[in-house]
């Protein structure tokens, strides 16, 4: 027989050795032989956890829960008007042009006030008064009293709202405008103050005259002439779980009403 047949048939009958890690199992998916599974361990000393949303789990501190449970306990309390009337607020635009008018009468600082009164020294005649905005919840009452103030300004989220709850209908029966706006401390940086209840907007520049009375038509057709607005109740909005709650006992109370029905 010649040698090249024999080569052949030897070549025939070599047996390749198998793969590594079970190559010849019947599996679906092909297993690499160079890469080999390790499952991971989360015990100490082991793998590094996943990250995971722990909001739910953290303890968040006293001042951010209280926060938290009055808002849910607002909502679902219900609210007298008096005191639901400063969840009314201003929009982003109304609360812009506002702070716009009132940056041009913020309270001039104690050097601002030196070097102003050091250029009247030495002039003859009395000096006007520059118009700025009044703020201090006593000081502010007393010119709406008066009926001096064009624009009353108050914050929504004073605290005790005993404080500043009468003066929206103070406002109104002494026909001076007035607007609720969110934050107090907001409201304090426009009268150079940490917070601030209450503003008032006695007398503005000449040239922001007409831009003040557009203002003030708006404010007393949203807020004084509104009855939505100092009338409608807040709260006694329910929570997912009594809404569920209130659905199976009305579905109950209509089969039986249905059963009832059917044997008459």
């Known amino acids: 027989m010649p040698k090249k047949e024999l080569q ?3 070549a025939a009958k070599k047996k390749l050795p198998a793969a590594p890690l079970g190559g010849n199992a019947p599996t679906k998916v092909k297993k690499s032989p160079i890469f080999e599974k390790k499952a ?4 100490i000393g082991g793998d590094i956890q996943p990250k995971r949303d722990l909001t739910r789990f953290t303890k968040w501190p006293q001042y951010i829960r209280l926060q938290r449970q009055k808002r849910i306990l607002m909502q679902r309390v219900k609210v007298p008007p008096t005191i639901a009337q400063f969840q009314h607020t201003l929009s982003r635009d109304q609360v812009s042009q506002l702070t716009r008018l009132c ?11 030196a070097a102003r009164l050091q250029a009247l020294a030495g002039k003859k ?23 001096k103030a064009n624009l009353v300004v108050i914050a929504h989220d004073v605290d ?3 404080l500043v709850c009468w ?16 934050s107090k401390s907001r409201l304090g940086q426009l009268v150079g103050q940490k917070t601030c209840a209450a503003a008032a907007i006695v007398n503005v520049p000449s040239e922001d005259v007409s831009e003040l009375k557009a203002f003030k038509d708006n404010m007393k057709a949203q807020f004084n002439d509104s009855k939505d607005a100092f009338r409608k109740w807040g709260g006694g909005v329910h929570g997912h779980k009594s809404g569920h709650v209130q659905k199976r006992r009305m579905a109950i109370l209509e089969r039986e009403a249905a059963k009832k029905a059917g044997a008459m």
């Open 8 to 10: 052949k048939k030897g």
């Open 40 to 43: 991971r361990s989360f015990r």
């Open 103 to 113: 940056k041009k009468i913020k309270p001039e600082t104690k050097a601002e006030k």
């Open 125 to 147: 005649g009395e000096s006007k008064a520059v118009p700025v905005i009044k703020f201090g919840l006593n000081h502010v009452t007393e010119l709406v009293e008066q009926k």
């Open 160 to 162: 005790p709202v005993e």
């Open 167 to 182: 003066l929206p209908a103070l406002c109104r029966k002494m026909d001076v405008p007035y607007c609720i706006v969110k």
